[in-house]
Structure formats: structure tokens, C-alpha cells
């Protein structure tokens, strides 16, 4: 059985008594009585329809269509724009006293002409055709005055909204403005202010691009152009559709109305209605008179489908107080819900209509459609109003005046066109004003270049709803004519520097993607400005980097390896400046930048990575992050205290650029990296210079020795510069012992007769045990001595997994991980994760518990609480193969791995290793294998041989029909290791010197290990010279130097 749907994306049941209001067509019904000036004739329709009409002023029918801009109801009266531009309010009058107060034309300032009006209990909004707002006394019993809302400056207005004591205004430039009372949060500026007369900023939607507002009794609904809506204020009855009850005084976004496609909202008293560009309505809120139509007086929390109307592409609606109309355009008819009690839905009966059912209006659905036809299929021809408990219908023409919802300013191909073709003064004075306007506000920006075919109504943290090929299309327009690019440009600055640092939805970042287009450009002020976009980036809140790090890495390759490249090429640009003014002592003013920029790369690098590495590594490296180490950092041993002084002082400087930009890996290739670690290393050693640590050790003892030694050490020197002296043998170490004493003694800590770490079979690797085998503090001392290592550039080859390199980096484990470590059990996992039948995982009979030995004993440890009672199901799978692989990395060796770390940051005291990934991590600790024999011939060098001499044919050809393990060991007799170095093959070089011998033949080869030279004397024969090469490299291993 399917689980129940959640009531926020719950379709309502349907029941057969109530389908019939819509579907099915009602028997014919009288129409209303009508005045004798709007009855219908038999040539033509009326323009007007008003219910109740009894309390409708007889002068308004003597209105027609044509003749009116906008008509607007609240309780208590109409106003009417006409055509001209004037406004008349209708008042209801007194009923007791049977007749209607006169008409009265509003006074208003010399040569203005209204657009629309919206009003509330006492006042009346005026919105010019200049996009001036003024406010206008309502009362019958007070002079009338007009009030200029100055407050909102120079701002052109283009919608308004009023609720029963706020109002609501938008602007041309995207700004929401509220005022009036705040009882309820209903200005969704916060809870702080009761009442205002000043317009305040509803600063929570900057950058939201508003397609339109709403206000209801004492709340608002806002519309983005992709289908977003945000809510505020009263939540009494759930006119929120926030799923709770509870008042918000800032705006919220409503989640339940996700991907729905809303193209428009209204609001009633104390419900809510949306509808989506499928036709589909959706309602919530006070359900009390039945205006939720769904056949109950019920509230509902969250949006609800009116199921009565599903599939009937319902292209308009309105709300009055406690009643909804919808319009459907291809029926032709009008349906209404809700409160009947003062006939706002044109009935006798005073009874709530629960369902959607036709208005009785003397119009059948053939008149209707034929009006539709002639007059635009959209709909348009027939207008619906609902306010307070009044509704009205008109019915249109196509050129009738009737005022369609302004927008605010984006960049479409019409402006674009205009703006280049531009050539008078006059005219370029226009364009410039509408630049301006647009690129001075991020809502602007963000509602321009999206995608077509309604893809911006999908905006998610996911998709962006940006076509960002439009964006670089305008951009190479707006190139060819400088004027227009500065001036874009210009703007751009200024909306840069007040980008905010929150935002409600993704539709506010788009920016983000938009921006780093227009600044693609390889000059001063593009750099300039995409500085200023990466001080905006990094403001941002940890949530919506998160979202925008989701969009970026969304995008298309091509515009996200852009984007990297800008950043790159700024970074690149920056750093140079730095190195300079660092060199020469003057003030660092590029540091802030260089780092700001670095941040950037590395968060951009971050994105490809998770998206699987859109683009390749190597363009996000900074090169010029070689001239920081250019110079020699080596301390010279002959230095003075005064010369070493000045050493220690012209290095700080560059040595905390360093460290600062260690933090953004992605800067660094793998060369550089280990390069920055050396200088690291030797800045600790220049900083605190000391005696070498000389670690006395017998051979045949070593392990001991070594251990016993580092617990009588004093913590501090093992810092020191290390150097190894085996008992009994001349040898000074240049690099070469040590090298060779780490090889030998991690062979025999991994050897299973020491009994320390867990060994698996079937990848010949080890981990940490569960319990600690021994000497308590085996694994602090091999975390020293793995520090140690590290700290003087060797290698300790133990066979650990990538996963203990991660753990080392606070990186987490996968199953992945596990896959290496343990092969079968790796596998096993993904069987269960990959399973489709549920029978066959209950045959599994598995559960959260692993089994686990503890000494010569099995035990069963849970994974979570209960573990052995929970069976493993499709549903909890993930859980337990997550918990099974936490417990095999992280829980189970929480005291060993405890133990390593501790001993490492011991050993290793400097912490410029955090800069490697964990696969570079472990190749810097344990060397790489991947051998390349014919590129160690091609790098080798001679030293009093030429490559052409036949001594050094003869070697070559030699030593490439060696066994690949022999090979191997004379790495070892060259090197003292097999492992070769991190950065590859190239940086091993061997250096082949011949030895001045007389009787050459009777010589053996031999090699400096701490320089990589092989001495080779120049034998007579190729034969000779196998003999003797591998007679060297077996006594070699005999005497245990393999």
C-alpha cells in the first residue's frame, strides 16, 4: 500500500454529487435583474456585471468598457479609472436610507493622469502614469487632500497593493516598499514598528525579481517572475501557506508552491488563492465561508488544488473577502466560492457555497468563447474583480483600455536594439537612464536573460533559470558599441558594492552567474570589478554559498571553466604585484587581494570536484607562485648571528604570504606544493636553528633501538634535523641512511611477527587494531617517526589504505575506502546497496552489528542503539552500510589513530602537509611506484662519460634486461629506497660517474646514496660489466641493504 501523501501536495477526493458544478453543464438559470441601460441586447453583450447589484451606484452602469482604465472594490465603495485618467469614487451610501451617495471625482494635481488605485479602510492609493504615488482621504466626512509620497524619491512605482490598514507599492528598479500598520508583521519588515506613514524597504526581498504583489486584510503574498511565492504577516487561519499559524514579520518563501508554475496570486480578506501556468488553482487560509472551495469550511495551512476545477486551465482568479472567483476562458464561464450572504456571488441563497459553481450571468459558454475569440483567447476579453463582498465582471475588446499589471525593468532584445542604435543626444540621455535603472538593481539583473520556454520557473539551488548564453551574447553586443558598455559598466560597480549578503531564494544569485560574463574582459577595470564580485561572494552567508556553489556547479563546462579562468587569470595578476612589492619592502596593498581571489579558485575548485572535475586541475594553478621561493631557503651553517639575522628578517615577509595562501591548495600543482612544504620545513628550522638529531642505532636491533630512543627524547628536538649513525659502520648520513633506515625499519614494524597493526590478506594492507597490541605507546612513537620522516622529506612506505591519508585531513571515509582495505567486504556492501528485492536482503539476515575479534574471541558490537533487533531493509541500508564503514574507520580505532596523529604533530612540527590532497598526501609519505625505466635513462647524466661511450651502452643494455624486482633494487643500492619521489620519475635522477681505476675490470660499481651517483668503472666488455653490476646488487641484499 502507498504511504499517504502530505496534505501540502494532497489532490483533494473528489465526489460525484459536487464534479457535476464544473463538468457538467447546470440547467439554464434567469439571469439577475439588471438596470435598463446594461440589459443585454440581441446585437451585443453588457459591459459590466455587478454583484450584489442592489448596492451598486446606478452610475456605474451607465459605464462601459471603454470607457474605464481600472475598477477597484473594497466594502464600502468603488473607484473607477476612466479612460482620461481621472478617478470616481462610488460610495454605497446608507441602505436604510434607500438611495446611493453622489459620485465624487477626485482632485488631482495639475496634469496628472492615474494608471491604477488600490485602497484601504481610509485611504486610497493614486499611482500616475509617471509612476508617482500619492495618497487620497477615502472619508466622506473630511475634506479630501492628496499626500505625494515623497518618501519614495525619484523611484517610478508600477504596482501597488493596500490591505485593510497597509500598503504595498513596487518599484520599477525591483524595490518593495510597505507602510501603515504593523500589528501583524504585515509589513515584513520585522515586528519592531506598530505603525509607519514612511515607506519602508522590505529588505529581505532585494534581489528577488517581483513580478507581482498581493496584500489581503493584513498579510501580503509577493510573485517572483519564476514562479516563486513569498508570504507575511497575519497567519491566524494559515493565509501564509507556511504549514504553521503563527504571524512572520519578514518575508518567507512558500515551499509547498515549489516547480508549481505560479503566475499569479490574490488575496482575500483571510485566505489566499495562486494560480499556476498550467491553469491549476491552488487555496489556503480561512476556509470558514467555503472560499477554499473545497467543499468544507476547513482552514488549510498549506496550498491546497481545488480539485473541482483540475484540468479546467482556470486563467483568472480574484478574492474578495470571504469569496474566490475563477474565470475559465475555454468554457467561457465565470465560477465563484464562498460567502453568498450579501449576494457577492450573484444568488438569492445566503447559504456558503462550498464548491466552484457558475455565476448566473446571461452568458453561455457559445457567447462566452465567441467573445474570447474576438477578443483575444487568452482570457483578456473577460476581466474578473472581487473585493470586500462585492464582485464585478466586464467584458472587453480587444483595444479597450483596461490596465494590464506593469513589470519592473529588465533587458530584453527590444531595449538591447534601442540602446545600440541609439545616436541622438536626447535619445542617449533616455538609454542612459535605463541602464542605469536596470544595472543598479540586483532584481532587475536577476529577472534578465532567462531561459526561455518557461526553464525559469524550474529555479532550484540546482538550476539557475539564467540562460547564460544570452548573457554573453548581450555582452559581445554591447562590446562593438563602447558607449553602452561603459555605461553598463559603470553601473555595474555601484550595484557591486551594495550586492547583500542573504538571500531568500536562488532567483536573488543569479547575479553571480551573470556578473563574471559582463567582466570578461582583459583590463584593469574588469579586474577591478571582479574583485569587488569576489568580495561579495565571500560576504555571503554559509547557506547561500552553499546554493551558490549548487548553481555554479550546474553549469555548462565551458561557462564554468570561465569562470575559473577569470578568477585564475586575476589571481595570476595579483600574486605577480605581491611577489614585487614583498621583494621590495613595500607595503603589501595586493595581499587582501590576492587572498580574496585564492579563496575564490579554491571554492570554485571545491565545485569541480564534486561535480566530478568539470574541467582539469591544471587551470586553477597560480605559476607565479614560484617567485616566492626563487631564492635559496637552505640556512647556511657559516652564517653569523648578524647575516643569520638578516636572513630570518628577509624571509618573514615572504614566508607569511606563504603560509597565508597554503590554505587554497588549488593554487599550488603538485611540484609547487611540495616545494611550498620544503620551504615550510626549512622556515621552522631557520626560525629556531639547532644541532642535528643524531639517532644512534644497531642494525640488528633497530626497531628497539629506535623506540627507546624516542621515548627519552625531549619533545622539542624532534624538530630537529635529522640525521642517522648506524653502529659500527663509517657511513655519514647526506640523506642516503636515512632514507635507507626509514625503508627498513617500516618493514619490520608492518612484518606480522611484531604483532602491531591488522593486516588484510586479500590487499596485503594494513590498518590500526581495535585493541592496542603491547607498549601502550607503539602508535604515538610510530606517528613520531612517520612525523619525523615527513618532516626531513623521506619516506615511510607503510601499506595503509588512502583512507587513513584522508582521516589525517578530517576527510570521511566511503565505501570506497573499504573496497581497498578489505576487497570482499567492500563488495559484499555494495551488493546489499545494489539489491532489488526486498526477499533477498531478508535473506541476508543482516542487522546493525558488525562482528569483531578480541583476542582469540568474536563479539558482536552494534552499530546504533538496539542494533541487533533492527533488520536491514531497503529503507535503513544506506544507514548501516554508512555506520558499518564509520565503525571499521573511525569508531573501532578511535584510541589507536588518536595515538598516531598525536606522535605525527610531534614529529612533524611543521604544518605545511595540510596542503596536499590525501591521494598527494600519500605519495609525499610513502613514494610512488609507477616506474618509468626508459625515462631514467633519459634524464640520467654523466660525469666524465658521454651517452655515446660504449661503457654506458653496454650499462643500458644491461640493466634493461633486468627482472622488473631487480630493477627495482638497484634503486634501493642507488638510493637507499625503492620508492620513487612524489612528484615522478623525472626528479630521479641518476647521476653515473666513472671511476678512475687502472685495472677496471677487477672494480665493482658504487653508489652514493645521499647524491644518487653511480661510480662505474669503464669495464672492457658488456659481460664484464653484468658480472660485477650484479654481483654488487646481490651483496647488496645480502647484506641486508635491500
Keep these: 500500500m502507498p504511504k499517504k501523501m502530505p496534505r501540502d501536495c494532497q489532490t483533494p477526493r473528489h465526489h460525484s454529487k459536487r464534479k457535476r458544478g464544473l463538468l457538467l453543464p447546470l440547467p439554464p438559470l434567469p439571469p439577475p435583474p439588471l438596470p435598463p441601460s446594461a440589459a443585454p441586447s440581441s446585437s451585443s453583450l453588457p459591459s459590466l456585471f455587478f454583484f450584489p447589484t442592489q448596492r451598486c451606484h446606478p452610475s456605474l452602469f451607465k459605464k462601459c468598457a471603454q470607457e474605464i482604465r481600472q475598477i477597484h472594490c473594497k466594502q464600502d465603495s468603488f473607484a473607477v479609472v476612466e479612460k482620461n485618467g481621472s478617478v470616481i469614487i462610488f460610495d454605497q451610501g446608507d441602505e436604510h436610507q434607500g438611495h446611493p451617495r453622489k459620485p465624487r471625482y477626485v482632485n488631482l494635481r495639475k496634469n496628472t493622469r492615474v494608471d491604477c488605485v488600490d485602497t484601504e479602510a481610509t485611504h486610497m492609493l493614486i499611482l500616475s502614469s509617471e509612476g508617482k504615488l500619492s495618497e487620497h482621504s477615502v472619508s466622506t466626512t473630511t475634506k479630501s487632500e492628496i499626500r505625494l509620497l515623497e518618501d519614495l524619491g525619484n523611484k517610478p512605482i508600477v504596482q501597488i497593493a493596500c490591505g485593510d490598514h497597509h500598503s504595498m507599492a513596487l518599484s520599477k528598479g525591483g524595490e518593495l516598499f510597505t507602510w501603515g500598520k504593523n500589528s501583524h508583521g504585515q509589513l515584513g519588515v520585522g515586528s519592531q514598528i506598530t505603525f509607519t506613514k514612511m515607506p519602508q524597504l522590505v529588505k529581505d526581498l532585494q534581489g528577488i525579481p517581483v513580478a507581482q504583489i498581493a496584500a489581503g486584510g493584513a498579510h501580503c503574498l509577493v510573485l517572483s517572475l519564476s514562479g516563486a511565492v513569498y508570504s507575511w504577516g497575519k497567519n491566524s487561519f494559515g493565509q501564509l501557506g507556511l504549514g504553521h499559524t503563527k504571524d512572520v514579520a519578514f518575508p518567507e518563501y512558500i515551499t509547498a508552491l515549489e516547480h508549481k508554475k505560479t503566475v499569479f496570486v490574490s488575496c482575500g480578506g483571510e485566505h489566499s488563492a495562486i494560480l499556476s501556468k498550467d491553469g491549476l488553482v491552488c487555496t489556503f487560509g480561512a476556509g470558514g465561508h467555503g472560499q477554499l472551495g473545497h467543499n468544507s469550511t476547513r482552514n488549510e495551512l498549506t496550498p491546497r488544488l481545488v480539485a473541482e476545477l483540475f484540468g479546467a486551465q482556470v486563467s483568472q482568479i480574484a478574492c474578495g473577502r470571504w469569496h474566490t472567483l475563477v474565470y475559465v476562458s475555454s468554457l467561457g464561464k465565470i465560477y465563484g466560492f464562498g460567502s453568498r450572504e450579501e449576494g457577492q456571488l450573484g444568488n438569492g441563497d445566503k447559504s456558503s457555497q462550498l464548491i466552484p459553481l457558475p455565476l448566473k450571468l446571461p452568458l453561455n459558454e457559445e457567447n462566452g468563447r465567441k467573445h474570447n475569440q474576438e477578443n483575444g483567447t487568452s482570457g483578456n476579453g473577460i476581466k474578473i474583480i472581487a473585493g470586500g463582498n462585492q464582485s464585478i465582471v466586464l467584458f ?106 542573504s538571500s531568500l531564494s536562488p532567483e536573488a544569485l543569479r547575479v553571480y552567474l551573470i556578473m563574471p560574463v559582463l567582466l570578461r574582459g582583459q583590463d584593469d577595470q574588469s579586474n577591478q570589478l571582479l574583485g569587488l564580485l569576489a568580495e561579495a561572494i565571500l560576504r555571503l552567508q554559509h547557506k547561500d554559498l552553499q546554493v551558490l556553489e549548487s548553481l555554479w556547479s550546474n553549469l555548462e563546462t565551458p561557462f564554468f571553466k570561465d569562470l575559473v579562468n577569470l578568477y585564475q587569470r586575476l589571481c595570476r595578476i595579483n600574486l605577480s604585484h605581491l611577489t614585487i612589492q614583498a621583494k621590495t619592502f613595500k607595503e603589501l596593498t595586493y595581499e587582501p587581494r590576492v587572498e580574496m581571489t585564492s579563496r575564490v579558485l579554491q571554492i570554485l575548485y571545491q565545485v569541480n570536484c564534486k561535480a566530478g572535475f568539470k574541467v582539469q586541475e591544471n587551470n586553477f594553478y597560480v605559476p607565479e607562485m614560484k617567485e616566492i621561493w626563487q631564492q635559496d631557503w637552505c640556512i647556511d651553517a657559516f652564517l653569523n648571528e648578524e647575516e643569520f639575522g638578516r636572513l630570518v628578517a628577509s624571509k618573514s615577509t615572504e614566508m607569511m604570504i606563504l603560509q597565508k595562501l597554503t590554505k587554497y591548495p588549488c593554487i599550488f600543482d603538485m611540484k609547487d606544493k611540495i616545494k611550498a612544504y620544503r620551504v615550510a620545513c626549512q622556515w621552522v628550522h631557520l626560525s629556531r636553528p639547532t644541532h642535528p638529531f ?349
Design 396 to 501: 472587453l475588446k480587444e483595444k479597450d483600455p483596461y490596465i494590464n499589471l506593469n513589470g519592473i525593468a529588465v533587458v530584453n532584445n527590444e531595449k538591447l536594439d534601442k540602446w545600440i542604435s541609439c545616436s541622438e543626444a536626447q535619445q542617449w540621455e533616455h538609454v542612459k537612464k535605463n541602464i542605469r535603472l536596470i544595472f543598479s538593481s540586483v532584481a532587475c539583473v536577476n529577472g534578465s536573460f532567462l531561459e526561455k520556454r518557461d526553464k525559469h520557473f524550474g529555479t532550484s539551488h540546482k538550476i539557475s533559470g539564467v540562460d547564460v548564453s544570452e548573457v554573453l551574447l548581450f555582452y559581445e553586443k554591447i562590446k562593438k558599441k563602447p558607449r553602452v558598455f561603459q555605461q553598463v559598466i559603470k553601473e555595474t560597480e555601484k550595484l557591486l558594492k551594495s550586492l547583500p549578503s
Design 694 to 1042: 643524531v639517532l644512534h642505532v644497531r642494525r640488528e636491533h633497530l626497531v628497539n633501538d629506535t623506540l627507546q630512543t624516542l621515548r627519552i627524547r625531549v619533545p622539542t628536538m624532534y624538530g630537529e634535523p635529522l640525521k642517522v649513525k648506524f653502529h659500527g659502520e663509517p657511513g655519514i648520513d647526506g640523506g642516503g641512511l636515512s632514507r635507507e633506515f626509514f625503508r627498513i625499519i617500516t618493514k619490520e614494524l608492518c612484518e606480522p611477527k611484531a604483532q602491531i597493526f591488522r593486516r588484510f590478506e586479500h590487499s596485503s594492507l594494513i590498518w590500526f587494531p581495535s585493541q592496542v597490541p603491547g607498549h601502550q605507546d607503539i602508535f604515538y612513537l610510530i606517528g613520531i617517526l612517520s612525523g619525523m620522516a615527513l618532516f626531513n622529506f623521506h619516506k615511510v612506505p607503510f601499506p595503509f589504505p588512502l583512507a587513513l591519508y584522508k582521516k589525517m585531513l578530517d576527510t570521511p571515509p566511503t565505501l570506497e575506502d573499504l573496497r581497498e582495505l578489505s576487497p570482499t567486504e567492500g563488495s559484499n556492501l555494495q551488493k546489499v546497496l545494489d539489491e532489488e528485492y526486498d526477499d533477498i536482503l531478508e535473506e541476508m539476515m543482516l542487522d546493525f552489528t558488525v562482528m569483531k575479534k578480541e583476542g582469540k574471541s568474536i563479539v558482536t558490537v552494534e552499530l546504533k542503539e538496539n542494533g541487533a533487533n533492527i533488520p536491514i531493509t531497503k529503507h535503513n541500508r544506506k544507514e548501516y552500510v554508512d555506520a558499518y564503514v564509520n565503525y571499521t574507520f573511525n569508531e573501532s580505532v578511535k584510541k589507536p589513530f588518536k595515538d598516531f596523529m598525536d606522535g605525527f604533530l610531534r614529529g612533524c612540527p611543521a604544518n605545511g602537509w595540510r596542503i596536499f590532497l590525501s591521494t598527494e598526501l600519500q605519495a609525499v609519505f610513502c613514494g610512488h611506484t609507477k616506474y618509468d625505466w626508459q625515462l631514467l635513462e633519459k634524464n640520467a647524466n654523466y660525469i666524465n662519460y658521454e651517452k655515446t661511450d660504449q661503457t654506458i651502452k653496454n650499462f643500458w643494455a644491461v640493466f634493461h634486461e633486468l627482472p622488473e624486482e631487480t630493477k627495482k633494487n638497484f634503486l634501493v643500492f642507488l638510493t637507499g629506497t625503492n620508492r620513487i619521489p612524489a612528484e615522478g620519475m623525472e626528479y630521479l635522477i641518476l647521476n653515473i660517474e666513472k671511476l678512475q681505476k687502472e685495472d677496471a675490470d677487477e672494480y665493482y660499481p658504487m653508489a652514493n646514496t645521499c647524491s644518487h651517483i653511480l661510480g662505474l668503472p669503464n669495464y672492457s666488455s658488456e659481460e664484464i660489466l653484468r658480472e660485477k653490476f650484479l654481483t654488487a646488487l646481490e651483496n647488496y641484499e645480502k647484506f641486508g641493504l635491500s
